[in-house]
């Protein structure tokens, strides 16, 4: 009967030294790996001692039983609770979980200047998408027929629906941006288009300095940087002493040929809006794009994809992800390492970071971009800014949810599906000959996925990170009654508006 118990127990060991074997090559659970090695000496190091044998049965049984019964769990949640775990700045993979967008107070990376309202949240959220601050457009012919938005849509989230974003100088919108061309009345030197493929403003609240080269805002990697705050008018606004959003805002608006002051503030309907966000400042400051674009950043730091699917898993509900997506984060934030770089609750890097990859810049993918080519110093990142050589090539880590609205990817708009650059990190092959191998990240190498794990990750990236509802934070109307985000009498037809 003893010897049948101690077969017993010694098979039920052995289940469990294979269920955690088979954890160190799924999951590389080491802890819980050499914990059962541990187990395995000790046991057999004692049943040697026959004369121990009877008495040391019950405790045995005491251990392999809690060993069967207790659920170590190599689930795919637990497996992905623990990988998040690992890797989380707090131990926990709650880290990852982003604040509700009207909980001001835990919304991160604020400007003390700045404090979040409700009140300049919704003037933000006027701002942004109002055509009738358009007014510095180079041909009267675009007046009031672009915005903030314009660059950035709701349902691409909240980028600009082709591989170039154009404000003034363009007409048409299509369905969703794509049809936005070049007026004829315009030449390509005269358009307002961006240099590089425009980020979204979703999760920026994790965004410190702004832009793919991190130029704008006064602190965290741009601390050391003041030699280069000279180099033009428009980056001497970090001597502000400003976080990055509300900096780059600032900047935005005078680029994009738009206009805030108190006759415009006025004439639009929002003078009580300003009001109401800014009861400190004195009325003769009051009206300008300073505050405008304080109330853009305070809009901004709301704009969170916490419906995604990942968010709701993260908050409890193990059945938001289907076992593909949880696969899929699990090689996120293993195998494929992509945690190294994207560390943060929105994906992004934190502190920011910033990588050569080797991809194309926007001029070099055959499509038709204006006010960019080769020797646009913007294509060289974050070397264009800091001037240093060993800075050149290399672009801001981005956030991740909702890519699969987004139509293009990498800073030149070089892919244009999610799965084309999980491919691109997969091989490992450059495809621009002006970045210098010696600038190439060292993170970038072959990742050794196959295809199933490709599946896995493009199905996490595009469906698991993916918030439905995240034209919630658009308005349905802005207070000058204009269409938007573009208001030319193309985009009216598109939009269906007047």
């Keep these: 009967m003893i010897a049948n118990s101690f077969y017993i127990l010694i098979k039920c060991y052995q289940s469990i030294l294979e269920y955690f074997n088979m954890s160190k090559q799924v999951v590389g659970s080491i802890f819980d790996y ?52 690992t890797h989380s700045e707090t131990g926990h993979y709650s880290a990852y979980i982003l604040p509700a967008s009207n909980d ?29 601050l358009g007014l510095e457009a180079k041909n009267p012919v675009s007046l009031r027929t672009y915005s903030c938005s314009s660059c950035h849509i709701p349902a691409r989230a909240f980028t600009a629906g082709r591989f170039q974003g154009i404000a003034d100088g363009a007409i048409g919108f299509g369905m969703s ?39 704008f805002g006064s602190f965290n990697v741009n601390t050391g940087t003041e030699s280069v705050w000279h180099q033009d008018t428009l980056i001497e606004i970090n001597f502000k002493g400003l976080m990055g959003l509300e900096a780059n805002n600032a900047r935005a608006l005078a680029v994009h040929r738009q206009v805030i002051n108190e006759a415009v503030v006025d004439s639009l309907g929002y003078k009580d809006m300003f009001d109401a966000a800014f009861p400190d400042i004195p009325e003769n400051e009051r009206y300008n794009r300073i505050t405008g674009s304080y109330a853009l950043a305070a809009y901004f730091r709301t704009v969170l994809a916490n419906e995604a699917p990942f968010q709701m898993w993260l908050k ?88 699969k609205d987004f139509g293009f990817y990498f800073h030149g708009a070089s892919k244009t599906t999610v799965k084309q650059v999980v491919e691109y990190f997969n091989e490992a092959e450059t495809e621009n000959p002006d970045v210098p191998i010696t600038q190439i990240s060292t993170y970038f190498k072959p990742l050794h ?37 573009d208001n030319d009498p193309v985009s009216q037809v598109d939009l269906g508006c007047k």
């Design 177 to 215: 941006g794509e049809g936005r061309k070049i007026n004829p009345l315009y030449t390509g030197d005269q358009v307002d288009a961006q240099g590089a493929r425009p980020l979204t403003i979703i999760n920026t609240a994790y965004v410190t300095n702004a832009l793919w080269a991190g130029s």
């Design 449 to 485: 996925l196959t295809k199933d794990e490709i599946s896995d990750l493009v199905e996490f990236l595009e469906e698991g990170l993916y918030d439905p509802n995240i034209t919630r934070y658009a308005p349905d109307q802005v207070l000058s009654g204009y269409c938007f985000p």
């Design 316 to 403: 409890g509900n193990e059945n938001a992800l289907s076992d593909q997506q949880k696969r899929g984060a699990i090689l996120f934030f293993g195998k494929a390492g992509c945690v190294h770089c994207h560390n943060s609750p929105s994906l992004n890097s934190d502190p920011h970071k910033f990588f050569a990859l080797g991809v194309r810049n926007e001029f070099q993918n055959n499509n038709l971009v204006f006010r960019t080519d080769r020797y646009d110093n913007r294509n060289l990142g974050r070397g264009g800014f800091t001037g240093l050589y060993e800075d050149r090539h290399k672009f801001k880590v981005p956030q991740l949810y909702n890519l």
């Design 104 to 132: 001001y107070a835990a919304l991160p990376n604020q400007d003390p200047k700045n404090p979040v309202t409700a009140e300049k949240v919704a003037l933000g959220k006027m701002l942004f998408f109002e055509t009738g």
């Design 34 to 85: 050499y914990h059962i090695r541990a187990m395995h000496s000790t046991i057999f190091n004692v049943c040697k001692m026959k004369k121990s044998l009877l008495i040391l049965i019950p405790v045995i049984g005491i251990i392999l039983y809690g060993g069967c019964t207790y659920d170590y769990d190599l689930t795919l949640d637990n497996q992905l609770k623990d990988a998040l775990n």
